[in-house]
């Protein structure tokens, strides 16, 4: 074969695989079974209803803490799953997180180096495919956890910066610092989107000074990068960020309002310390804990191997280019030199801030997408023999997939039948239901629910992970009391079925009585049966 025909065969190939991945991860996503995480019952799915319908200030707190979250992400989501059938809709959204693959398979063919166009093309498509195989990828296929949607930002990021870096390196400044600037705009725009995703823009941003460049070139890299991570901020939370600031005294209220002390927020960080490791020795190794105790990072089990191999590798490997040098031995490394340098190190840095600030695994999926070619990387920079490196790698990859058990957050069979519907809830009907007020309590995720109501009836959540009757310290108490004594309609409370009792107890502590015989249950198709039950205001006598 000519090499004329087999780089043609290479882009052929190629251009298929840009087009048909993220389809063929759509048709994978209805195979998993319908989204009912608690997460979607909690927030993700009124959110998004509360941002259409002109309902963000009117409801208080009903999915509980996160009503405070960017609804951005939800919108679309609730726009498919509210007007499509669930499996139409479901094979959209796993459509949308197939792109990763196309962006996967992108960044790769920019990084392999040496054979034939078709075989690194192949290579590329196979480290892809593994890249949205992982544990915790496809436990979030079709999910509305919003991880694997975020990445396509970050992937993005390495797309632009992988695809230009001879130029960034060597080429004129100013269009090297145009491009570091877009891919700043990518990474930025996740990061506004969902916050988290903060661990991604500063590993990015802090590797262009490893590249091989001179050390001024590679501070003004890093720069124009993190000017366009602002804009990029701005774009995906600007809107969000302001509304927050203008109503509550902090951009990204109610966390680290130790800082920006909003008088409606408790004066704590606010940050879930509950998947923190025990122990700084723990927290030094934690992969090696994780990868067995799924759930010291997560809430569901599941097995991926993948990070705990770069955590081995990836030290292993810079000793093992220090050692190389040493002895005046040069590597033919597997991968470019600086898009190996940019990208582990880049990882290594999302790593440990993840380590230091979140220890939640689902955050470091679109690390584990990555993971595949880094491991090619890891071992390229091994000082092995070229075909014992390649060998070791594909051993390595094969051991990392073919023993993955993915996580599932909860998921049900797609609904058949004349209501094919993403959420359905049968409620009872509610006399006068335009002065309604329904008090919600309890701590489960019951949100969902809401848009099924007659649009006019108002929400306030009374006892949430956010706030309770009797809260000390928290302003926004004052504001939901005021809500309540100054409402004159009726009252209906709405709990789980096992939370009624302590839902009547929150209830009383704002001078309502519940009536427990007088309680209609709402049957929905995502969870448990809910209580909506009549409230009155107490009496003096």
């Known amino acids: 074969m000519s090499t004329l025909d087999d780089d043609r065969r290479a882009r052929l190939a190629g251009r298929a695989f840009l087009l048909l991945a993220p389809l063929a991860y759509g048709l994978l996503t209805l195979a998993f079974g319908m989204d009912a995480n608690w997460d979607l019952r909690n927030y993700h799915w009124y959110n998004g209803y509360a941002m259409l319908t002109g309902r963000i200030g009117r409801d208080l707190l009903p999915a509980q803490m996160p009503t405070f979250y960017s609804p951005l992400l939800d919108v679309p989501f609730y726009l498919l799953a509210s007007h499509l059938p669930a499996r139409v809709a479901g094979f959209i959204w796993g459509t949308v997180q197939g792109v990763n693959l196309s962006l996967l398979f992108l960044l790769a063919s920019s990084c392999l180096r040496n054979g034939p166009a078709l075989q690194r093309t192949l290579i590329a498509m196979a480290l892809a495919v593994m890249g949205g195989l992982g544990g915790g990828t496809l436990g979030l296929i079709g999910t509305t956890f919003q991880d694997n949607v975020v990445s396509l930002g970050v992937l993005g990021a390495l797309v632009v910066v992988a695809r230009g870096l001879p130029g960034i390196l060597d080429g004129r400044a100013l269009p090297a610092f145009g491009r570091v600037a877009a891919a700043g705009l990518f990474a930025g725009a996740a990061m506004g989107l969902k916050n988290p995703t903060v661990i991604y823009a500063v590993g990015l941003c802090l590797a262009f000074l490893a590249l091989p460049a001179a050390p001024w070139r590679r501070l003004w890299l890093a720069f124009f990068f993190g000017i366009g991570v602002l804009g990029g901020l701005a774009l995906g939370g600007g809107v969000w960020m302001a509304h927050l600031w203008h109503d509550y005294g902090n951009p990204v209220f109610p966390h680290m309002n130790h800082i920006f002390k909003s008088p409606f927020a408790a004066l704590s960080d606010y940050v879930n310390v509950g998947f923190f490791p025990p ?263």
Request: a neutral charge; aromatic letters at 10%.
């Open 279 to 541: 122990s700084l020795l723990a927290r030094l190794f934690f992969p090696f804990v994780f990868t067995v105790s799924p759930l010291t990072v997560g809430e569901v089990p599941w097995f991926d191997l993948r990070v705990l191999a770069l955590f081995v590798l990836v030290p292993v490997g810079f000793v093992g280019v220090l050692a190389g040098r040493s002895l005046g031995k040069r590597n033919d490394w597997l991968t470019e030199g600086p898009a190996t340098r940019y990208l582990l190190v880049a990882l290594t840095v999302t790593y440990a801030l993840w380590v230091v600030m979140f220890c939640i695994y689902r955050y470091l999926v679109p690390l584990e997408m990555l993971a595949p070619l880094a491991l090619v990387m890891a071992v390229g920079l091994l000082p092995l023999a070229h075909r014992l490196r390649i060998g070791l790698a594909v051993a390595l990859l094969a051991l990392v997939q073919l023993t993955v058990q993915p996580a599932d957050w909860g998921r049900i069979p797609w609904p058949t039948g004349a209501d094919q519907r993403w959420v359905t809830a049968e409620v009872p009907p509610i006399e006068d239901a335009d002065d309604t007020m329904v008090l919600m309590a309890g701590y489960w995720a019951i949100a969902h629910v809401i848009p099924s109501f007659p649009p006019r009836t108002t929400f306030v959540r009374i006892q949430s992970n956010f706030l309770q009757p009797d809260s000390v310290g928290n302003g926004y108490l004052a504001i939901l009391k005021d809500k309540v004594a100054a409402h004159r309609g009726p009252f209906l409370m709405l709990s789980t079925v096992p939370d009624t009792a302590g839902a009547a107890k929150a209830a009383a502590l704002m001078g309502l009585r519940l009536d427990p015989q007088r309680c209609r249950v709402i049957p929905n198709n995502l969870g448990e049966p809910l209580n909506l039950c009549t409230v009155s205001r107490e009496t003096v006598e």
